[in-house]
């Protein structure tokens, strides 16, 4: 199983970036994926899921209504959309895979999560 998240970068706050998270080695379509991320000094938390077949997303309140999940299964890829960037969003943003198709309650994120990938580094600032 092999996961890589790609598409990080420096943005101005207000600014958007997509995140691409390309797995392979295992029947993607068949699991849920998670984001997250991870801040300088701060652990890692939740940023959303989206489940196997893309018809249920969750996102973490810090978030909602400015990311959006997606997912390609012919292409193997889940997507992150950041919109509206802060200064706050700047972090190692990661991308898992869940042992099963539905993601897991979002008070417990990584439940589940068992597989990670790679991260790529996220910087908002001007």
């Known amino acids: 199983v092999q996961l890589q998240a790609s598409g990080g970068g420096l943005v101005q706050p207000g600014g958007s970036l997509r995140l691409s998270c390309a797995a392979s080695?295992?029947?993607?379509?068949?699991?849920?994926i998670g984001w997250f991320r991870q801040a300088p000094g701060k652990e890692r938390e939740g940023v959303g899921c989206?489940?196997?077949?893309?018809?249920?997303?969750y996102y973490a309140d810090s978030v909602k209504g400015r990311f959006t999940i997606s997912r390609e299964n012919t292409k193997n890829t889940v997507y992150l959309q950041m919109n509206s960037l802060k200064a706050e969003d700047t972090a190692v943003y990661y991308c898992?895979?869940?042992?099963?198709?539905?993601?897991?309650?979002?008070?417990?994120?990584?439940?589940?999560?068992?597989?990670w990938g790679k991260g790529t580094l996220v910087t908002v600032s001007s």
């Open positions: 080695g295992f029947t993607f379509d068949n699991y849920a």
């Open positions: 898992a895979t869940s042992k099963w198709a539905g993601c897991p309650h979002p008070s417990s994120p990584t439940y589940g999560m068992d597989n």
């Open positions: 989206i489940n196997s077949s893309g018809g249920h997303t």
